[in-house]
């Protein structure tokens, strides 16, 4: 499956130029809203961003700080402010990389694969404000920590790779039927009390139940 990006840019030009050229060896999607960065982001699930300096409404590095908040997704800046101030401010936000405008896409795409074979290594773990799950089941504030089975595991790494937008129920059911384990409604609502409860013992208390679709972290 080929890797996904996310290009955050208001100069059609240069988003038609990427997206030729990226779609070649990648899935490429653009920003619709650019009210709604960080929730396009959170939908679409990229392996990296694209992320230019100015953009309509909040600017690039609002938006790293807002995606830096649940994601540790490769960002890499594109701008045509090239000065040295600019490159600093946004590796200081949480960018990985930073190209200036014009580039070269040959580079650009050599940047990408050099993050994207970094980032297959490094990435085992979510984060939510202070909190962080790794994939072994462990999930902690900083100082203690609480161990998670398998199925509360699956169920608050689907529901933090999707903070701030409701996971619908059926969703989150299909993730859990990918394990070796079928799990109805009550189950499901079982495991969800049960892991609502251990998260408070580290005070963890975002899980938010909305009645008749699914759940939120917020």
Do not use: C
């Not at 490159?87 to 200081?92: D, E, G, I, K, Q």
């Amino acid at each position: 499956m080929k890797n996904k990006i996310f290009i955050v840019e208001d100069d059609e030009t240069i988003v038609k130029l990427l997206r030729q050229r990226l779609q070649e060896e990648f899935q490429v999607t653009s920003v619709m809203n650019f009210r709604a960065v960080a929730a396009e982001i959170a939908e679409y699930q990229p392996d990296l961003v694209l992320m230019d300096i100015t953009l309509p409404y909040f600017n690039g590095f609002y938006w790293t700080t807002e995606i830096r908040k649940t994601n540790d997704l490769p960002i890499v800046f594109i701008s045509s402010a090239s000065d040295e101030m600019n490159a600093v401010m946004a590796m200081n936000m949480g960018a990985d990389d930073f190209v200036s405008k014009p580039f070269s896409v040959e580079v650009l795409i050599a940047k990408i694969n050099a993050l994207l074979r970094r980032t297959k290594v490094q990435v085992n773990h979510l984060s939510f404000e202070r909190f962080t799950l790794d994939l072994d089941g462990n999930f902690s504030d900083g100082q203690e920590k609480v161990s998670l089975t398998k199925t509360e595991t699956i169920i608050l790494k689907a529901l933090l790779e999707q903070a701030g937008n409701i996971v619908d129920k059926h969703d989150l059911l299909k993730k859990l039927w990918e394990g070796d384990d079928f799990i109805d409604d009550n189950t499901l609502n079982v495991n969800m009390s049960r892991l609502r409860k251990k998260l408070l013992q580290v005070k963890f208390d975002h899980i938010h139940t909305v009645r008749g679709v699914g759940y939120v972290i917020k």
